[in-house]
């Protein structure tokens, strides 16, 4: 497999330089366009748990139980973005949560698949999600790391937790020129978003996108995973 490495895509370094008050209108301006635009309703009401409802609108994760949080508005957005994802695309997503993301994705994409290791949260995003409508959005309780091979090829795939590595069975079941979108780094605190391309069969290109910090990754290819797995181009 050969993985080529570039800084190249989103220019999060230009948006870095903002001040406080840029980067909140330019928070509220993608919301609008990537999820307000797009149908997804008032997520204090869908997907937020009735004790943190008060906080929906802060732009910072929220607790959802068994460990796990909503992300805010903007990294939801931020993750379609990067991914590319378009009208017509298959999408995998790993780490279902609240149902939050794969809603957003739905209104964007053909199709959503959606993997949540915790059984809790899978079945009640799953119940939320076709309560509320999104029928072009299937949820599986599983192992995210492994993917979902019965619906691959997938034009692109958001992992909403972090882990020292891009799953391989994530990178092989994307298409070619398929996404995949993924919070990576050796430590559990602070991560950098990448994106990898599929351009071959054994071909990926990578890009570096902004800092972030996710919850962990569990499963085969998570952070216990033997070192057999697909190892990340170090950035430099």
Same mark, same amino acid.
């Given at each position: 497999?050969?993985?080529?490495?570039?800084?190249?895509?989103?220019?999060?370094?230009?948006?870095?330089?903002?001040?406080?008050?840029?980067?909140?209108?330019?928070?509220?301006?993608?919301?609008?366009?990537?999820?307000?635009?797009?149908?997804?309703?008032? &997520?204090? $009401?869908?997907?937020?748990? !009735?004790?943190? /409802?008060?906080?929906?609108?802060? #732009? @910072?994760? =929220?607790? *959802? %139980?068994?460990?796990?949080?909503?992300?805010? &508005?903007? $990294?939801?957005?931020?993750? !379609?973005?990067? /991914?590319?994802?378009?009208?017509? #695309? @298959?999408? =995998?997503? *790993? %780490?279902?949560?609240?149902?939050?993301?794969?809603?957003?994705?739905?209104?964007?994409?053909?199709?959503?698949?959606?993997?949540?290791?915790?059984?809790?949260?899978?079945?009640?995003?799953?119940?939320?999600?076709?309560?509320?409508?999104?029928?072009?959005?299937?949820?599986?309780?599983?192992?995210?790391?492994?993917?979902?091979?019965?619906?691959?090829?997938?034009?692109?795939?958001?992992?909403?937790?972090?882990?020292?590595?891009?799953?391989?069975?994530?990178?092989?079941?994307?298409?070619?020129?398929?996404?995949?979108?993924?919070?990576?780094?050796?430590?559990?605190?602070?991560?950098?978003?990448?994106?990898?391309?599929?351009?071959?069969?054994?071909?990926?290109?990578?890009?570096?996108?902004?800092?972030?910090?996710?919850?962990?990754?569990?499963?085969?290819?998570?952070?216990?995973?033997?070192?057999?797995?697909?190892?990340?181009?170090?950035?430099?």
């Amino acid at each position: 497999m050969t993985v080529t490495s570039q800084r190249t895509g989103i220019d999060w370094r230009r948006k870095k330089a903002l001040p406080p008050e840029g980067r909140r209108a330019e928070r509220l301006e993608m919301v609008a366009r990537q999820i307000a635009a797009r149908g997804i309703g008032d &997520p204090a $009401v869908l997907f937020v748990p !009735a004790e943190h /409802a008060e906080h929906a609108y802060e #732009d @910072r994760p =929220l607790p *959802i %139980g068994h460990g796990q949080t909503i992300s805010q &508005p903007y $990294v939801v957005a931020a993750m !379609a973005a990067a /991914a590319r994802i378009r009208p017509g #695309d @298959r999408v =995998l997503e *790993i %780490g279902t949560g609240s149902g939050y993301g794969a809603a957003v994705l739905s209104r964007i994409a053909r199709e959503v698949y959606t993997v949540e290791r915790v059984g809790a949260l899978a079945d009640s995003a799953r119940r939320r999600l076709e309560d509320q409508g999104f029928a072009n959005v299937q949820a599986l309780e599983g192992d995210g790391t492994l993917g979902w091979r019965a619906h691959a090829p997938y034009d692109a795939i958001v992992v909403t937790a972090s882990g020292p590595l891009v799953p391989p069975a994530l990178l092989e079941q994307l298409a070619i020129g398929g996404r995949v979108v993924m919070p990576v780094g050796r430590s559990k605190t602070t991560q950098r978003l990448v994106r990898m391309t599929r351009t071959g069969d054994d071909d990926y290109e990578t890009d570096y996108l902004e800092e972030v910090t996710f919850v962990p990754l569990i499963g085969v290819f998570g952070w216990s995973a033997p070192e057999t797995a697909a190892p990340l181009v170090e950035e430099g």
